[in-house]
């Protein structure tokens, strides 16, 4: 007994490391297209959309604004200065695609600057390859900033969440910045195959074993206490499939239909809750734990003229909180860029 008293009362950190932690510095978000509502520590986003709606695009815009430094030997690159945690649960993440949008933002910050001054072509160009060593190391602390963990099923998910706060603090001590982001993609990657299962495979029979609700809810527990010692902002995509019309009737009761027959976890959901544009099929578990949904899909116009010509168009909802808005915008090599 006295062991376990001495054991409750060894201290986590020091009252400085305390103060550091609380007093830290904590900017907002405002990354288009999710500039309607600035987002900060402590919210936890959900972005739902069909396959192939720039989604895990949308994740990494938020991740190089994260890890690139407000201002840096004099160029204003208008990013956060901290670092960034990628969980790639869909293991579908391409490191080319995130080095490209991450070089072209360096290099178009470090363009802008020398443009400001009024420089000739034969001085900018000159300009450019003094920078240039500048900018890979620029790049080079960017990608130290950027924390990448694959996993494969729910049970390393899990054990990922678990020793979450031990990679994070030795994180902070190397590189001197805390995670800002905690980026998932998706969260329901695994939910298929956990419901098709009836039990995880445990060596200890005295262990209970885990179902879906036990999954989700072991999930939401472990980001919230990972969230009281390391305040960030968490972002996570789910796949869904859109009702066939995009009829609120229609859907609310197929809606009802299926979550009555096949997910019993989602009855307790309120009527309001129940007016989605899409299947449901994540636990309520996780629903409450979501402050802010957002719903992006593809549309089926093109562009054919203009400066993004030949570019799919895509349609950003805000869900939670409800905005009478829509958001166009289209995905280039370059970016997001906002339409409407």
């Known amino acids: 007994m006295g062991s376990h008293a001495k054991t409750w009362l060894v201290e986590d950190e020091t009252a400085r490391e305390m103060l550091d932690r609380v007093l830290t510095e904590r900017p907002f978000l405002l990354l288009p297209p999710l500039h309607r509502v600035p987002l900060r520590v402590g919210n936890v986003v959900e972005l739902v959309g069909p396959s192939s709606s720039s989604k895990t695009h949308i994740l990494i815009q938020a ?8 201002l840096w030997k004099g ?13 790639d649960l869909d293991c579908r993440f391409d490191v080319l695609r995130f080095s490209e949008l991450l070089n072209h933002r360096i290099m178009e910050a470090a363009n802008g600057s020398s443009s400001k001054v009024g420089c000739h072509q034969k001085d900018s160009e000159a300009q450019f390859a003094r920078m240039k060593p500048y900018n890979e190391e620029l ?38 910045v805390n995670v800002h982001l905690l980026l998932i993609d998706s969260i329901g990657a695994f939910h298929w ?10 060596e200890c029979d005295n262990r209970k074993n885990w179902h879906l609700q036990n999954v989700s809810e072991a999930v939401v527990q472990e980001i919230r206490r990972l969230l009281l010692v390391h305040p960030m902002l968490v972002m996570a995509t789910k796949a869904v499939v859109l009702g066939k019309k995009y009829s609120t009737n229609e859907l609310t009761w197929n809606y009802r239909k299926w979550s009555a027959v096949d997910n019993p976890y989602l009855r ?44 799919s168009i895509y349609l950003l909802e805000w869900l939670l909180p409800p905005l009478n808005s829509l958001d166009k915008f289209t995905v280039r090599d370059t970016g997001v860029f906002i339409l409407s």
């Open 193 to 202: 195959v956990d419901r098709g299962s009836s039990s995880f495979p445990l």
């Open 63 to 70: 991740a190089i604004t994260c890890i690139l430094p407000k």
């Open 268 to 311: 307790n959901i309120t009527s309001s809750d129940q007016q989605l544009p899409y299947r449901e099929y994540m636990p309520a578990s996780w629903q409450s734990f979501v402050t802010h949904r957002i719903l992006v899909r593809a549309t089926d116009d093109d562009l054919v003229n203009g400066e993004h010509q030949n570019n």
């Open 139 to 176: 790049f080079a602390l960017c990608m130290k900033r950027f924390l990448y963990i694959r996993c494969y099923d729910s049970s390393e998910f899990l054990a990922t969440l678990k020793t979450l706060h031990y990679r994070l603090q030795k994180e902070r001590e190397v590189h001197g």
């Open 75 to 87: 160029v204003s690159y208008g990013g956060l200065g901290h670092s960034a945690m990628f969980i």
